[in-house]
T-cell receptor
Framework: DAGVIQSPRHEVTEMGQEVTLRCKPISGHDYLFWYRQTMMRGLELLIYFNNNVPIDDSGMPEDRFSAKMPNASFSTLKIQPSEPRDSAVYFC??????????????FGPGTRLTVL | GQSLEQPSEVTAVEGAIVQINCTYQTSGFYGLSWYQQHDGGAPTFLSYNALDGLEETGRFSSFLSRSDSYGYLLLQELQMKDSASYFCAVRDRYSGAGSYQLTFGKGTKLSVIP
C-alpha cells in the first residue's frame, strides 16, 4: 500500500490567499484525521471524519478553516484567507476501527505551509 | 479536559537505556499510545497500552499504571537512529463513545550521543 498521500508537500503563499491541502487515506480506512503541528502548540487535532462524515471539528481554529471529505479516498483542508500564524506542518492520518481501538493512526508525510 | 506531561528533552549515550515518562489527566481513559517522529518526518506508531503492565516490542517497551495515570516508554540498546521526538497520546471518552480521537503530549526530543 502507498500509505497516506498528501499534497502539496510544501506550500508558500502570501497572506490573504486561499490554501487547499489534499489527502488520500489508505484504501479501506474509514477514519480520517487532520492535525496541525507547531513548535508552540505541538500536534493538535483539527477535525476528523468517520465514513466521510465530520464527527468532531472542535479543533478547527476559526471560520477561515474548512474541511471536506467528498468520498472515501479524498479529503481537503482549506484555509481562506490565510494568515502568517497559520504557518505549520499539516498532517493527515487515517485508521481502521480495529487499529483505532488500539490508538494506532497512520500519518501522511505532511504539508509544510508557510504564509508570508 | 485533558492534559499530558512529558519531559521536553532527554539525552542518552549510544548503547544505553532511556526511559521517557508521561503523566496524564483525563476522564474516561481508554489507553495510552506512543509515537516516534524523526525531524522532518511523520509520526509513526510504536505501541499502545490499555491495561496495567509492560508491553515489549523488540528494543522498545511501554508501561502503564492506570491508578497512577502514568506511563513510560523504555528504549534499550540505544542506536543513533533512535534520535527523534517521542509523543505519548491518550485515547479517552472525552469525545464520546466510539471515539478514536487521540490527544498528544508536546513530545520529548531524544538525542543519542556516541
Amino acid at each position: 500500500d502507498a500509505g497516506v498521500i498528501q499534497s502539496p508537500r510544501h506550500e508558500v503563499t502570501e497572506m490573504g490567499q486561499e490554501v487547499t491541502l489534499r489527502c488520500k487515506p489508505i484504501s479501506g480506512h474509514d477514519y480520517l484525521f487532520w492535525y496541525r503541528q507547531t513548535m508552540m502548540r505541538g500536534l493538535e487535532l483539527l477535525i476528523y471524519f468517520n465514513n466521510n462524515v465530520p464527527i468532531d471539528d472542535s479543533g478547527m481554529p476559526e471560520d477561515r478553516f474548512s474541511a471536506k471529505m467528498p468520498n472515501a479516498s479524498f479529503s481537503t483542508l482549506k484555509i481562506q484567507p490565510s494568515e502568517p500564524r497559520d504557518s505549520a506542518v499539516y498532517f493527515c492520518a487515517s485508521s481502521l476501527e480495529i487499529s483505532g481501538v488500539r490508538g494506532e493512526q497512520f500519518f501522511g508525510p505532511g504539508t509544510r505551509l508557510t504564509v508570508l | 479536559g485533558q492534559s499530558l506531561e512529558q519531559p521536553s528533552e532527554v539525552t542518552a549515550v549510544e548503547g544505553a537505556i532511556v526511559q521517557i515518562n508521561c503523566t496524564y489527566q483525563t476522564s474516561g481513559f481508554y489507553g495510552l499510545s506512543w509515537y516516534q517522529q524523526h525531524d522532518g518526518g511523520a509520526p509513526t506508531f510504536l505501541s499502545y497500552n490499555a491495561l496495567d503492565g509492560l508491553e515489549e516490542t523488540g528494543r522498545f517497551s511501554s508501561f502503564l499504571s492506570r491508578s497512577d495515570s502514568y506511563g513510560y516508554l523504555l528504549l534499550q540498546e540505544l542506536q543513533m537512529k533512535d534520535s527523534a521526538s517521542y509523543f505519548c497520546a491518550v485515547r479517552d471518552r472525552y469525545s464520546g463513545a466510539g471515539s478514536y480521537q487521540l490527544t498528544f503530549g508536546k513530545g520529548t526530543k531524544l538525542s543519542v550521543i556516541p
